[in-house]
């Protein structure tokens, strides 16, 4: 199983990216997929999840302003990052906890945003 994170960047303050992860070897339509980011000097924390059914959860950082969204399909769980702040500033990294009895993870995208 491989999870390749993509659409990480530069971007200013009040703007939006949008990250994705596509996910190869397994299909995902059972399972929660994640995102995480790990800030410089910091500890790595979850930002959104989505279950199976499609309930999400966020952290409160970035309610309002993040959406998750998956595509069983196409094997890719999006993040939808809008308002963007400079303390949002980390490397993103997309999760599966518990894919076919294993944790993965994806190599991590870094997303910049400028004051």
């Known amino acids: 199983v491989q999870l390749q994170a993509s659409g990480g960047g530069l971007v200013q303050a009040g703007g939006s990216l949008t990250l994705s992860c596509t996910i190869s070897r397994s299909p995902i339509g059972t399972y929660t997929m994640g995102w995480h980011r790990q800030a410089p000097g910091k500890q790595r924390e979850l930002v959104a999840v989505?279950?199976?059914?499609?309930?999400?959860k966020f952290a409160d950082s970035v309610k309002g302003r993040f959406t998750i969204s998956r595509d069983n399909a196409e094997n890719t769980v999006t993040l939808q990052m809008n308002s963007l702040k400079v303390e949002d500033t980390a490397v993103y990294y997309c999760?599966?906890?518990?894919?076919?009895?294993?944790?993965?993870w994806g190599q991590g995208t870094q997303v910049t945003v400028s004051s």
């Open positions: 989505i279950s199976s059914f499609g309930s999400t």
């Open positions: 999760n599966a906890p518990s894919l076919r009895g294993r944790e993965y």
